[in-house]
């Protein structure tokens, strides 16, 4: 149990995140490792990308540095006089030009991290230096009145406030900069001993430290900045990896997917030559063709191994036909079909199979549908796949519904709705995966390879149309099969007659009398 108040550890995380859970022990044992090496305590990459940022801020600003220097030396004049600010001006315009000349040494070399420490120190010390020749020409005037008191306190509030912007990536180098000049200018203040320049010490000191927070402020903004984009950089390389591992997983899937294609149909072929051989021989002694048995046990034998034949058969069929479908390998031979009368085709085939269970089959057509554009050997398969499921898992006295009609969006549909024991919700991922089974249909005496479903789901999505299952237990399942507009297949409009010529213009021809072929088919692909 977690101790109130105390951080979690970021290894205890469930094993069943695993890869989450790597990641964050690789995180927190890198963190700790920089913590140890880092005298700021932030990983030395921070602590460069800091200082860089330090660096590419005073080369930036080192236009306004210079008008700023320029101007407080000529005003400064007034009091002190052109020398003292001459020279004034010159000594910070030369420790300005060394911390430029710093930085651009500093961005042009490789820094490694050992190093990080002594440049860190080396900017510190030059706004400590830049910060005390401020302070010299701020205490330096002869005489003391109202104006140049106010001048003192603006220009002390605008190099505290230009310093502060300049160097928030390294707030030692902030401090440096700007309390000497705080401090001298508040104390100058209160040795004034009157209550206005207490006021103007008190708001000197105001000042500074308003302008220490927004500068540590804006030290953290740069730092949670600089790690979110770490973070970012190590899930786009986490990303990247996962998708070199994804790709080498597919290519060899892909290489799985074509050595079980050419396993498949080298035996497919190894298996039915002795198989017909099997069929053949046993429907000839099924049917005695040449003599009756001399043990009426055998006619039985023979005939239970020709139905056993037939069901491998089928199942052969099946696994190529998945097989080809995975593959993409399966070619739509499409024409124009009528799905009613195919379903109704369909049920008079299994009739008799659902009349010796005691099965009803109830069809209910919408009249008058238009064709379809399909492939009439895939909607058979699927029309029979589903039924045959269907009666195989409706109790005896049960009843079965085929529907077929127009969708909502134009399209039509095909349903096949059962009375049997329903699927389980869980369970329908399942029987739509390839030899998946049920529950109910392990129980059932009539099981099959699990590919009747999942065979005719492929072949819905080969034909653009959609699969949906609905079922629930102790009521029934249904199955709904749609195919899009884009294949009913609408009549053309009727052809405009031909301008009538003149009497005159006319000539008779044996031929005019004679019905004219269309060369154009009557129908069009619906849009």
Request: one cysteine or more.
């Amino acid at each position: 149990m977690p101790i109130p108040g105390e951080k979690p550890d970021p290894l205890a995380v469930p094993s069943e995140t695993s890869p989450v859970r790597r990641r964050l022990a690789a995180q927190y044992v890198r963190d700790a490792r920089d913590r140890l090496i880092s005298t700021t305590g932030t990983r030395p990459a921070f602590d460069l990308e800091l200082l860089r940022q330090f660096a590419q801020t005073r080369i930036s600003a080192s236009l306004v540095i210079l008008l700023l220097v320029c101007t407080v030396g000529f005003l400064s004049s007034l009091w002190t006089g052109a020398k003292t600010a001459g020279a004034w001006t010159a000594s910070v315009l030369v420790i300005h030009l060394i911390i430029i000349s710093t930085c651009r040494k500093f961005l042009n070399e490789t820094v490694t991290e050992a190093a990080i420490r002594k440049w860190r120190l080396r900017f510190i010390m030059l706004d400590l230096f830049y910060g005390l020749a401020w302070m010299f020409i701020l205490i330096h005037p002869v005489y003391f009145d109202k104006s140049s008191s106010t001048f003192m306190l603006f220009v002390m509030l605008l190099v505290v406030a230009v310093s502060s912007m300049m160097a928030s990536s390294l707030p030692m180098a902030v401090y440096a900069a700007t309390i000497p000049v705080t401090l001298a200018i508040a104390l100058d203040f209160i040795l004034q001993a009157t209550l206005r320049d207490y006021i103007l010490a008190a708001m000197a000191v105001t000042a500074e430290c308003y302008f220490a927070l927004l500068a540590y402020r804006l030290y953290s903004t740069t730092l949670q900045t600089l790690v979110a984009r770490a973070e970012k950089d190590a899930l786009i390389g986490e990303l990247e990896q996962a998708k070199a591992i994804s790709d080498e997983a597919r290519s060899r899937a892909e290489a799985a997917n074509i050595s079980k294609s050419r396993f498949l149909a080298q035996m497919s072929h190894e298996l039915r030559t002795p198989l017909n051989a099997i069929l053949g021989f046993s429907e000839v002694m099924k049917s005695e063709v040449f003599g009756e048995h001399s043990v009426p046990a055998y006619k039985e034998y023979s005939a239970d191994i020709h139905n056993s034949g037939v069901h491998l058969l089928g199942l052969i069929n099946e696994i190529l036909d998945l097989s080809r479908i995975e593959a993409g390998r399966y070619e739509l031979n499409e024409e124009s079909i009528s799905l009613a009368a195919l379903v109704e085709d369909c049920h008079h085939l299994l009739k008799l199979r659902a009349t010796n269970r005691g099965i009803i089959i109830h069809e209910l057509f919408e009249r008058e549908l238009p064709r379809i554009w399909a492939d009439e050997r895939a909607v058979r398969q699927i029309c029979l796949n589903l039924l045959s499921n269907a009666i195989k898992f409706t109790p005896p006295g049960g009843e079965i519904w085929l529907k077929v009609g127009w969708t909502a969006s134009g399209g039509q549909y095909m349903s096949c709705k059962d009375s049997g024991p329903g699927i389980p919700e869980e369970e329908i991922p399942i029987v739509l995966a390839s030899f998946g089974q049920g529950s109910n249909s392990i129980k059932s005496a009539e099981q099959g390879a699990g590919l009747g479903l999942p065979i005719a789901k492929s072949l819905v999505d080969l034909h653009g149309g959609t699969f949906t299952l609905k079922s629930k237990l102790r009521i029934g399942t249904e199955i709904i099969v749609t195919f899009p507009p884009e294949r009913v297949v609408a009549a053309m409009a009727p052809m405009d007659a031909p301008p009538t010529q003149p009497q005159a213009e006319r000539e008779p021809d044996a031929r005019a009398e004679r019905p004219s072929i269309l060369k154009k088919p009557l129908f069009h692909l619906g849009t």
